[in-house]
């Protein structure tokens, strides 16, 4: 939201007192994170009082909306699509115009795209005991594909890598349609990606799911572990949430999150949320504050270590 509930690359908006009122995202439009912001916007509108514009501002991983929200004057009427693409690309590129934790006020997290590991139906690893004792016993030998250098995929592989202490071979593609078609045929062993898209091939019998990224084990999918359970302290979640810029007056920012917090809890925002594979996941205030810290302190660490340049 850029400038009112104006869509950015990553969600610019305008204030809710402003008719213009928008939001931004970080990519561009039909992806998961625009269709979940618009809608919040959508719901948040009749609450707000004002009609909501989302402006996409995509390039540079979110960057050029975060840059765009985090110049802009600090009184509600911009806000942007946050999440943890914000410091992902901050990471890939520190020398720019905007500080995930020092540029923002988290306002609040709504929406999460949960993520998994997937594997070719024939590969020997039958479950994920069986992929991490094939890693450990060879080093090197197996494969994973990503989405492309630097994208949350590549990042949370890389995370796994040193949770688990494993050695396995990166191959980016350009884009994750390109990868699941090489899984599939088996040019590469591996892949992490929102589960929402492979599932189809998950049911149709071509691809498997050995685990889930979230800290837990989620409902729709009850007999797929969580990933943490074989690796302890391993999380990796694809969020979204809204941020205005540093100094926007705290009751504003309080105002937003409290509509949020009731906006997502509407059995027909939940609905919608889920249609588009997204899972509802309040979290605002301080807790919020202390997440976007700590994942940008991670993975600043984790590109530095892997040497992760962005394409």
Known sequence: MKAGWRKSSCTGAHSPRDPRSASGTPGSAGGPAD?????????????????????????????????????AAPDGTTLLLAGNHVSIAHALAPSGRYEPVRSFAPVARFAALPSGLFVQAGSQAATLDDLLAQARARPDALTYASGGNGTPSH????????????????????????????????????????????????????????????PRRLASLPDVPAIAEKVPGYEFETWFGIAAPRGTPAP?????????????????????????????AFQSGAALESRVAEETELYARIVREANIRAE
């Open 35 to 71: 269709i979940g912001l618009r809608i919040l916007a959508d719901a948040l509108g009749p609450r707000l009082g004002t009609s909501l514009v989302v402006e996409n501002r995509p390039g540079a991983s979110g960057a050029i909306a975060s840059e765009a929200v985090a110049g």
């Open 252 to 280: 504003v920012v309080s105002r937003i999150a409290a509509e949020i917090g009731t906006a997502v809890q509407e059995p027909p925002v939940v609905r919608r949320l889920e249609e588009a594979g997204l899972a509802t």
């Open 155 to 214: 990042i949370a592989m890389e995370l796994l890598k040193r949770r688990a202490g494993l050695a396995i071979r990166h191959i980016p593609y350009k884009g994750t349609p390109p990868a699941v078609t090489d899984l599939i045929g088996g040019q590469v062993d591996l892949l992490f990606t929102s589960i929402a898209g492979p599932m189809a091939q998950v049911r149709s019998g071509r691809l498997r799911l050995l685990g889930v990224s979230s």
